[in-house]
């Protein structure tokens, strides 16, 4: 069922949560919203179930209008950060209780509930109360009740936030995984880049109410709409150069983003950490000269921090330890700096 | 680690005893002296002087006194009296601790505040306030009189001063249950297609029930033990609207300090068994659901 966000405005008192929203989720697809906290993500993923009425703008299930339909007609599955289960109920009348409103026969039930507790791993803890599981597995749990009675869509807000570091990777393919195999239309919530990035088809990024970009994670990541976008996926480099209508320039680099205006402009030059490598000679251009200020590896990568010389800048690098390793430089070395991909934006726009 | 490693290691451990676990609280033996003095003697040695001078009386003297219809008749009034009571204000206190909970309006803290006042007014001056509000001539009473319903010296009375005394116990147990449930719960079970009287009967009155047994047997116990303010308004009619301590006073003032006893002695087991049931109800609730995690409030738009 495809879902269609149509110019959703709404405010909590004075401050606007969501300014003319616009989005599209295509039947099938797992789609991420992101953005930091108070970007009114969260708020788009409850209007769309109903738990939060728009003053303005409507929403669409398909062709279906149900901007004025109540949360419980609207056939959507939601997974709630904190599980929202309840608590006197076991794990089996959790995921039965959607279908027990529905009036579903006991034996239908059953077999349903019985195919969702071994679809999510959750064999053998039918008659656990939700005190007794661990976090991945109640929201394992609050998935099945919310898939239960095979929603429409299915919306979950900030569905690992609650989790720790491991439990949430596997989850995170598992639900990937989950969503390949079962096909519904899946809008979930979350601030982690590399979540979205990693489980969705299509990303929206949301900032201040309103969507800064949405597109596929390799469009967002390759070609950034903006210096928000930028800035808020992967770890970037903020520096400060300038552009005119030939080319854009920092330090001694030319770069071949060009600004839309006449005249020299100031600009942000986006550089990722990933996207700078070091050599001991000259031999491939254009290059900068700097000293490495601070290096310490992190497992299997290098973080290091490059000051450029004649300069107070500095650069953080991120380079896999083999090749810092093969490099063989030690804090406090002179080198060359090569930039393989920076993004260029004329500074007017970041008024905004 | 090799085996021999290993049974090198458990070998010298098990020379020296293991070291015993400790525990950051104060030890047991200490609190549960302190807890069993200070019970004996708050409780069980005024109590148990009941039982030690009834257990003085001859069984036919004591079987007569505690079988005598205008004793049966006030055990009935106070036993049926107050478990209406604790019954009626179950409902309204779980309605009261709703509003006072779920809403924010102009004189909340008032209307908080107010809940406590049945504890604090003297019971006296709350009889006197009932009958002189629910009386013939009162405000309420006197509409309700031209009708035919007589509310201050009937039963109907009782029941009246029994649920004003025993309000606040009811609130103030579920109003705190109510705070702890936050609202993601309710609005999971919206999602799932249940409605507002389903949300309610399935997920959020399941949830108050200890605090609701709780306040139902407090209320209770309350209001058994009420005297101040049910002489006022009942009227004290033999064998109609006098209730059990009533009878018992009765007793104590014509110097017959055995048959008072006596009473008190089947008010003593009555109320006991009533509250040993509704606990035990509440224990078997324990041992099926674990103490309940409470889930903290998630205020959407500040999140995101």
């Known amino acids: 069922m495809k879902i269609d966000v149509r110019n959703i405005s709404k405010s909590f008192g004075y401050f606007p949560a969501l300014n003319q929203v616009n989005v599209t989720v295509p039947s099938g697809e797992l789609v991420a919203l992101l953005g930091p906290s108070g970007s009114g993500k969260t708020t788009l993923l409850r209007v769309i179930a109903g738990l939060e009425t728009p003053e303005y703008g409507n929403v669409l299930f398909g062709d279906t209008d149900v901007t004025e339909h109540p949360v419980r007609s609207r056939n959507v599955g939601f997974v709630f950060q904190h599980y929202a289960l309840f608590q006197h109920m076991t794990v089996s009348q959790n995921i039965a209780f959607g279908l027990r409103v529905r009036k579903t026969s006991k034996t239908a039930a059953a077999e349903r509930v019985n195919s969702l507790i071994s679809l999510m791993q959750l064999d053998g803890l039918g008659n656990r109360l939700p005190s007794e599981l661990s976090g991945g597995q109640r929201q394992r749990v609050a ?82 709409a903006n210096s928000f976008v930028m800035d808020f996926v992967g770890n970037v480099n903020v520096l400060t150069g300038h552009m005119d209508g030939y080319g854009s320039y920092f330090h001694n680099l030319v770069l071949p983003d060009k600004s839309p205006s006449i005249g020299t402009v100031p600009a ?85 | 680690m090799t085996m021999e490693h290993f049974a090198a290691l458990t070998g010298a451990q098990a020379e020296t005893a293991p070291r015993k676990a400790k525990n950051p609280l104060p030890g047991f033996g200490l609190s549960i002296g302190y807890t069993l003095t200070y019970l004996g003697i708050l409780v069980l040695v005024p109590l148990s002087t009941i039982v030690f001078k009834t257990a003085a009386m001859p069984w036919r003297e004591f079987w007569a006194t505690i079988s005598a219809s205008r004793a049966i008749a006030a055990y009935g009034l106070s036993f049926v009296g107050a478990l209406s009571a604790g019954a009626i204000n179950c409902i309204f206190g779980t309605l009261l601790a709703w ?161 008072a006893t006596a009473l008190a002695v089947v008010m003593l087991l009555a109320s006991f068994a009533v ?30």
Do not use: C
Not at chain 1, 320 to 346: C, H, N, T, Y
Not at chain 2, 211 to 216: D, E, I, K, M, P
């Open chain 1, 143 to 224: 998935l099945a009740r919310a898939l239960a009675p095979e929603p429409k869509v299915l919306l979950l807000d900030e569905p690992f936030g609650a989790l720790d570091a491991r439990v949430r990777q596997d989850l995170r393919r598992w639900l990937r995984h989950l969503h390949d195999e079962i096909h519904v239309t899946t809008v979930f919530v979350t601030h982690d880049q590399e979540e979205a990035f990693e489980v969705a088809d299509q990303v929206v990024i949301l900032n201040k109410g309103a969507v800064e970009q949405s597109g596929s994670p390799d469009d967002i990541f390759d070609h950034p």
């Open chain 1, 268 to 352: 942000k030059v986006y550089i990722r950490r990933q996207d700078i490598s070091f050599a001991a000679s000259k031999d491939k251009t254009p290059f900068i000269e700097g000293v490495i200020t601070y290096a310490r590896r992190v497992g299997l990568v290098v973080h290091a921090v490059f000051q450029l010389s004649n300069s107070t800048t500095s650069i953080e690098v991120e380079l896999p330890f083999d090749e810092w390793q093969s490099l063989g430089i030690q804090v406090g070395a002179s080198v060359v700096a090569f930039i393989k991909r920076a993004q260029v934006f004329p500074v007017l726009e970041q008024a905004s």
């Open chain 2, 99 to 259: 509003v006072l909970v779920r809403y924010r309006f102009l004189g909340r803290k008032l209307l908080d505040a107010l809940i406590d006042l049945p504890f604090a007014v003297p019971t006296a001056v709350a009889g006197i306030a009932l009958t002189a509000v629910w009386g013939p001539h009162g405000p309420i009473g006197e509409p309700l009189n031209n009708m035919g319903v007589q509310v201050a010296y009937a039963r109907l009375g009782v029941l009246v001063a029994m649920v004003f005394v025993g309000l606040p116990f009811v609130v103030r147990t579920v109003q705190p249950v109510l705070d702890g449930l936050s609202a993601d719960v309710e609005e999971a079970a919206a999602t799932l297609g249940a409605g507002r009287v389903r949300t309610f009967f399935a997920v959020i009155l399941p949830h108050m029930a200890p605090a609701l047994f709780t306040g139902f047997a407090l209320s209770f116990a309350r209001a058994l033990g009420e005297y101040g303010s049910i002489v006022f308004i009942s009227g004290n009619m033999p064998g109609r609207t006098e209730i059990t301590p009533l009878l018992i006073m009765t007793k104590l003032e014509q110097f017959d300090y055995r048959g």
């Open chain 2, 275 to 304: 509250l040993f049931m509704v606990n035990s109800i509440q224990w078997k609730r324990k041992s099926h659901s674990k103490s309940f995690a409470t889930v903290p409030r998630v205020r959407s738009f500040l999140k995101g």
